[in-house]
């Protein structure tokens, strides 16, 4: 039985499509075709000038992103993260690129990329535990610790079109999370924790929330 899809538009701009299968099934599939168009993001400076973090408190102090400054279900902060953050010594220091490119690398190192480690409704304080997760609990670590220092944070699900070359440490063919930070002059730069990498044309953006729950498949 075929379902009917409706689609919508939701208020972050995601396309949305839904439909219903009732009474008793013992079996669902889904079948997808994308056109995907791929676009290489502009060439990212090496650093930001130290006054971009007034622009940055300019943009706080505005409201013009507060949705992105707010925590969501699972992206919120814990006494374990706030212990990990001073563990690491994450702070303003440095410039707002700089920071952000720090702290995508800490993340990568600090953590193990391990399936079933976690699951997808898991809080942040079970991959800070084990120092270990995927791509999910590294995105709602990073995004939380980028809202708390007043940078807007969203976090992005999609996928990630591997290379050989690459050596991602996210498996093929499945779903991936990342962040993404709004930086004065530059717009939405992407961190992509669970590679310590920089967002790139493979980056292929479905959907955008505050976290997880806000973009279930």
């Known amino acids: 039985q075929r379902a009917k899809v409706f689609a919508y538009r939701d208020h972050y701009g995601n396309a949305v499509h839904y439909f219903d299968v009732p009474g008793h099934h013992g079996k669902l599939d889904v079948s997808v075709e994308s056109i995907v168009d791929i676009t290489p993001p502009p060439e990212l400076p090496k650093a930001m000038p130290d006054s971009a973090w007034d622009a940055v408190d300019a943009i706080v102090e505005a409201g013009t992103h507060l949705d992105w400054l707010q925590p969501g279900t699972f992206a919120v902060s814990t006494p374990a993260l706030e212990q990990f953050v001073l563990a690491i010594g994450f702070d303003r220091r440095r410039d707002p690129l700089t920071t952000l490119r720090h702290l995508n690398t800490t993340l990568f190192q600090q953590f193990s990329y391990e399936p079933r480690t976690t699951s997808v409704d898991s809080p942040i304080d079970e991959a800070l535990r084990a120092r270990a997760g995927v791509c999910q609990d590294f995105s709602h670590i990073m995004a939380t610790v ?72």
């Open 146 to 217: 980028i809202r708390g220092i007043g940078i807007p944070c969203r976090y992005v699900s999609g996928y990630l079109a591997s290379t050989a070359a690459a050596q991602d440490r996210s498996p093929d063919n499945a779903t991936h999370a990342w962040v993404e930070a709004w930086l004065p002059g530059l717009g939405w730069v992407g961190f992509d924790p669970t590679n310590n990498t920089i967002t790139s044309e493979r980056h292929i953006a479905v959907a955008i929330g505050r976290d997880y729950n806000e973009v279930p498949p």
